[in-house]
């Protein structure tokens, strides 16, 4: 599976970014995918997943605030960025994991690249 991630920049605080990634090759009708984050000098932390069944989960930091989507008819995982924060810069990671997985029980199998998102105070 390849995975391309779209729609990083830099934004001032309090303002808005979507984000997107678009998955290709062995797509899977049970499938996991989501966004990681890391910031600068720290470790990689999950932000927002979704379940092909429609299940969403949420990092308690970004609650309230971002939502994840996705289209399977377009094998493609969005990430509304609402309300954004200086602490929310980082670079982001969308994934693909061949299976409905619980929040963090398992190291996502497919990585995108990466997009940077800088939120200016």
């Known amino acids: 599976v390849q995975l391309q991630a779209f729609g990083g920049g830099l934004v001032q605080a309090g303002g808005s970014l979507r984000l997107s990634c678009a998955a290709s090759?062995?797509?899977?009708?049970?499938?996991?995918m989501g966004w990681y984050h890391q910031a600068p000098g720290k470790g990689r932390e999950l932000v927002a997943t979704v379940t092909s069944g429609g299940t969403t989960n949420y990092a308690d930091s970004v609650k309230g605030r971002f939502t994840i989507s996705r289209d399977d008819a377009r094998n493609t995982v969005s990430l509304q960025m609402n309300s954004l924060k200086p602490e929310d810069t980082a670079v982001y990671y969308c994934?693909?994991?061949?299976?409905?997985?619980?929040?963090?029980?398992?190291?996502?199998?497919?990585w995108g690249q990466g997009t940077l998102v800088t939120v200016s105070s």
């Open positions: 994934y693909y994991h061949r299976a409905q997985i619980g929040w963090g029980r398992l190291a996502p199998e497919y």
């Open positions: 090759g062995s797509i899977v009708s049970d499938s996991t």
